[in-house]
DNA sequence: CTACATTTAGTACCAGGTTCTAAACTGCGT
DNA sequence: ACGCAGTTTAGAACCTGGTACTAAATGTAG
């Protein structure tokens, strides 16, 4: 269909001219319609015929062409995006996916950078996303029913960007006599080089219920 | 429709009790179907008959005495809110509401503990949200285009509950002789009582885009 | 028995489409 | 001038998931 106008397109100038500035108003309305539907997906086939100024049925064809849903399906779809966010939001209690654990001992988790995840402009990744990975690893990793982050010395090391996994692995230092507290080192990498660093004090259970207590928990894993 | 039903209930019991007995499969039922549309407003009246073994025009009458909306509504209702959600994502940018700003002075911004900002069971604000909200006030207080968090020494001094509004304070406590680096304290309070405390170094712009970089910055506000 | 609530049935209608068939119009090559 | 392809428009039948309304059947308490 279109191979054959670009084909010509190429070849002579003066003739062809003439029939890209008939044709392209498809290309260009369809580009239109496109554009109108990703910044109002309320917007019905109606509506679109008075914008674009064509009938239903070049809008209907227009959207076949371009896979575009209906008005219905697109808010089912959006609709059904936003409910799985939101149940996988517990899943979002825990931030990265936990890959290795040994409770008292040890952990790693894996977290990608998303669009997220970063500042818009330079595509670096936020802070406390990278805190929250280590946080939340350092809280899992104590054998304990409910364990809050009492305190932390962080470092960011260098900024992590757009697409890259960080692999945080945490290890338990030194568990205190009255097992109230629990040294937890946390250093996260991507690839070879490591770009966070923290130590964590972490209370748990018998002591966390009262006394200073921290910003965090977490519930037995299997 | 219910003041004639709910009037009756208080008044008389004996007699009243067998007519509630045989009145409850319409509530029971009516609260099942709040439930069941409730855990998936995806369900048509259709399935609902099957579900709750009556007419359709029951499930519909039902509907409307509860004021639940059809699919298609429900539909559009969450894709409406998950847009919005969405379109106002750019403010999460920044955690907590900037109230006050004295560029490389101080700042306090103010942030709502909320349902989806607390461990499930206890109720108790997650960490890393206390975090993010002094890390960005800390990174908004400085006067750069670019700032990024190079490291942080942080404590949780007590736990802090849904409901509960969060103010941070920030203070630059010294600018280096490079302006390369800025360190800033941040105290957070609940009411009096301080629940939170970091200090931060922030790199900013002319050293940040090379050499040891953190994990955030920040666009200049007005 | 009667009055009232509850449930079910059925019809007409609607929005916002899909699917399919059939015309027009447009412009180009020959 | 003619045909032909791409494009646009029109129209009818049908679909889902409802609303609105009328009417009848069933229950049940007083």
New binding site residues.
């Given amino acids: 269909?279109w191979r054959?106008l670009t084909g010509?397109e190429i070849r002579v100038q003066e003739?062809k001219v003439?029939?890209d500035i008939?044709?392209l108003?498809?290309r260009k309305?369809q580009q239109q319609l496109v554009k109108i539907i990703e910044e109002n997906p309320f917007v019905?086939?109606?509506e679109l015929t008075r914008m674009l100024k064509?009938?239903?049925?070049?809008i209907?064809?227009?959207?076949?062409e371009l896979g575009i849903?209906?008005?219905?399906e697109r808010l089912k779809l959006m609709a059904e995006r936003s409910y799985d966010q939101v149940r996988s939001l517990p899943l979002h209690e825990v931030i990265g996916d936990i890959v290795d654990l040994q409770l008292d001992r040890s952990g790693i988790s894996i977290f990608e950078i998303r669009e997220e995840h970063v500042f818009s402009r330079t595509h670096i990744a936020r802070g406390h996303h990278l805190f929250a990975q280590a946080n939340s690893l350092a809280v899992a990793v104590i054998n304990d029913e409910i364990a809050l982050t009492a305190s932390a010395d962080i470092r960011f090391v260098r900024s992590v960007k757009l697409g890259e996994k960080c692999i945080a692995k945490a290890y338990v230092r030194s568990i205190s006599g009255s097992r109230s507290k629990a040294k937890v080192e946390v250093f996260s990498y991507v690839g070879e080089e490591m770009i966070f660093q923290g130590h964590f004090i972490i209370y748990r259970s018998a002591s966390a219920i009262n006394g200073s207590e921290g910003g965090d928990e977490h519930e037995n894993r299997h």
């Fill in positions: 269909m054959k010509t003739t003439v029939r008939e044709r108003p498809k309305r019905t086939d109606q064509v009938s239903i049925q070049t209907r064809l227009d959207r076949m849903p209906e008005l219905r």
